[in-house]
């Protein structure tokens, strides 16, 4: 009787997650593991894309990660569901995990993104959301393939996001996945793709956040907690040299650093009075200089927003105030009244 080291067998685990020999002749196994996190690498590598505006590497990438997930679901039943129909020996060996058994070759060939969704929708007949899965992801299958075919995704970006989306939060559920964990710094732009209230300027904000947090990440997380904030002392001497009334510190939405407002700086004035024995006084006057941003820019971590809508979105202010007005101020300001009134013909 022929023996098999139980030390190269396929085993299992509780979750469902196998490992299976193979690797030893070069090509590694394939696992839940390995594929769920090429689709968190192809996912991310997808929401940067689309914040970067690079829609076609968006297309390609979101359709890899919904393929690994639907992939990494039929694993965790038995990985020869990846078979093609024709399936040749030498990929049933190496999907069933007996890969350091024969000659080194070729990786297995597998089904496609379309078919592997087919096969998850077989296998949960009775669920609604996962049947109908083929049909709601088509068009991420066909903008994934119309990148790698011919350069054009085709299709609306935003929508084959969404869907992307839409279909990556079934399937995680499928593998017992967090989707906020899944998608790490890039969790509250995914999140934003499945919101059908949101706004295409909210889900635009939340991905520039997203981008921006992965640069800072990027940027200063090997550099020592000491060497950062002095760093970052000298980072804020060089924004703010030349601060006026038209650039004001502020808090970034994306890495809680010091980052710039800048817009126009404009004069506040405001009487409050009341009638006393029938004279009108004076009971309490504001005068001030105001910022009314346009755009945020951060140089700790590169988040540019531009325009009210986005602003907004970003829970930053529509107004500031810079400090209180002066003489001067005062004098400037009744000018400029002085000159409209002229203008208008009043006079």
């Known amino acids: 009787m022929t023996q098999h080291s139980t030390s190269s067998a396929a085993k299992g685990s509780a979750q469902g997650q196998k490992t299976f020999e193979g690797a030893a002749n ?7 593991s390995s594929l769920l996190e090429s689709a968190r690498r192809h996912g991310t590598r997808g929401l940067r894309a689309r914040s970067d505006q690079e829609h076609d590497y968006a297309a390609l990438h979101l359709g890899i990660m919904i393929e690994h997930l639907a992939k990494a679901y039929l694993v965790s039943f038995n990985p020869a569901l990846l ?21 080194v070759g070729l990786p297995p060939r ?16 009775n669920v609604g959301d996962v049947r109908g899965l083929p049909e709601l992801l088509r068009p991420v299958a066909q903008a994934r393939n119309g ?10 970006a935003d929508a084959i996001a969404q869907l992307a989306m839409r279909g990556a939060k079934v399937l995680l559920s499928l593998l017992q996945q967090d989707m906020d964990a ?19 300027v909210h889900q635009r904000v939340e991905s520039k956040k997203a981008r921006a947090r992965e640069r800072f990440e990027t940027r200063w997380a090997a550099v020592p907690v000491e060497r950062r904030h002095e760093q970052f ?13 038209d ?8 890495c809680a650093q010091t980052g710039t407002l800048i817009g126009q700086s404009n004069f506040n004035f405001d009487v409050d009075a009341e009638f006393v024995d029938g004279e009108q006084q004076v009971i309490s006057e504001v005068s001030e200089i105001c910022l009314t941003p346009e755009t945020f820019e951060c140089p700790f971590c590169g988040l540019s927003l531009s325009g009210r809508e986005e602003l907004v979105d970003a829970e ?20 400029i009244i002085w000159e409209e009134y002229e203008r208008s013909g009043d006079a």
């Open 110 to 125: 597998t089904v496609g993104l379309e078919v592997a969704l087919a096969r998850v929708g077989q296998l949960n007949e």
């Open 316 to 335: 930053l202010p529509e107004r500031v105030k810079v400090r209180d007005a002066t003489d001067e101020d005062l004098a400037d300001y009744a000018s």
């Open 182 to 200: 899944f998608f790490g710094d890039w969790d509250e732009a995914a999140e934003s793709l499945l919101d059908e209230r949101a706004s295409a």
């Open 147 to 156: 990148v790698a075919h011919v350069g054009d995704p085709g299709g609306d």
């Open 26 to 32: 070069g090509i590694a196994p394939v696992t839940v």
């Open 233 to 245: 002392e000298l980072i804020l001497t060089q924004e703010y040299i030349d601060e006026d009334d």
């Open 83 to 103: 078979a093609e129909e024709k399936a040749d020996f030498l990929t049933m060996v190496r999907l069933c995990g007996h890969g350091a058994r024969v000659k």
């Open 247 to 254: 650039r004001q510190p502020y808090r970034c939405p994306a």
